[in-house]
């Protein structure tokens, strides 16, 4: 059995954070896929799981027995810290890693994943009036990510860190967010540096689909 496994759907922007740090720290992890689209998330045996109902959660099968984790954040640090990789160097960097982690759960990834889930899955019409609010508030933090990335290279530190895994976990699919490249180019150079990592992988290649 892998040391790590990630119940995950390669749909899922939140469990890409998770793969794509397990891939970039060259971990001997699996994927076990959430049928997300067959409501699998909603039943009890996964609520037994996470009684949160969400994607993903991290299983590690350590020695002492298996420590599972659920909320992308966690797993990060969690990572971070096991594998003493993209992690803080400092005490500022760590508190600026959870400051731009808090503002990526919260606004980048949490309106950009809600405007996606209703116009890219749903089909909802983009006059729709939550569609119209979640992805007004998806731009504005892009702007915010754009504007904080022109002159530097990564998120929180002059090195790349578990923020910068969280900031793009939805930012790699902009056709399906509705975002034009060419308004945000330093957030497509920052992407093109996540890119250049060694092990680097786009979601559909190191998840299942969930369906
Ligand atoms: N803050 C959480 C968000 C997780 C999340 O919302 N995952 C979605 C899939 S991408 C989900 O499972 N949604 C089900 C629901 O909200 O009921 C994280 O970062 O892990």
């Known amino acids: 059995m892998a040391e790590f496994t990630l119940h995950c759907f390669a749909e899922s922007g939140n469990a890409y954070k998770a793969a794509l740090m397990l891939a970039l720290c060259g971990a001997d992890w699996q994927a076990k896929k959430i049928a997300f689209f067959e409501g699998e998330t909603r039943g009890d045996d996964y609520r037994d799981l996470n009684v949160m109902g969400e994607a993903p959660i991290l299983v590690h099968h350590r020695d002492d027995g298996d420590f599972r984790l659920s909320q992308s954040g966690a797993i ?28 990526d759960n919260h606004k980048l990834t949490g309106y950009t994943a809600t405007e996606r889930f209703m116009q890219f899955f749903m089909k909802k019409a983009a006059d729709d009036p939550v569609v119209e609010f979640a992805y007004g508030r998806a731009r504005a933090a892009w702007k915010v990510l754009e504007k904080h990335l022109t002159g530097r290279d990564w998120v929180a530190a002059d090195h790349p860190t578990i923020a910068d895994i969280s900031l793009c976990g939805y930012l790699f699919w902009p056709d399906q967010i509705g975002a034009d490249r060419s308004d945000y180019p330093a957030i497509e150079t920052w992407l ?20």
């Open 192 to 211: 093109g540096r996540l890119r250049a990592l060694q092990g680097w992988a786009p979601p559909e290649e190191l998840m299942p689909a969930g369906k």
């Open 76 to 103: 990060l640090t969690y990572l971070a810290r096991h594998f003493g990789r993209f992690g803080h160097q400092n005490e500022t960097e760590e508190y600026e890693i959870l400051r731009w982690i808090l503002f």
